[in-house]
């Protein structure tokens, strides 16, 4: 019975061990897409914000010179 025990308590913490690691790659796995759609928004979305901040600063110059 006691080496019984010692051959499940091993096999447990291994199984234990893999399911930290399936849990720790697929958070990997998450952080980097969030990476990856937040690159890919920037790259979208560079041109337009530089035209709109060119925007603002027009505006915000044509408002302080009170036209």
Known sequence: ?????????????????RAVRREEQQQEREQQALIDD????????????????LFRQHSHQQSMEGG
């Open 1 to 17: 019975m006691a080496s019984e025990q010692r051959r499940i308590r091993p096999d447990s913490g291994d199984a234990y061990a």
């Open 38 to 53: 937040k690159f890919q928004k920037s790259a979208e979305t560079g041109e337009t914000d530089e035209a709109s901040d």
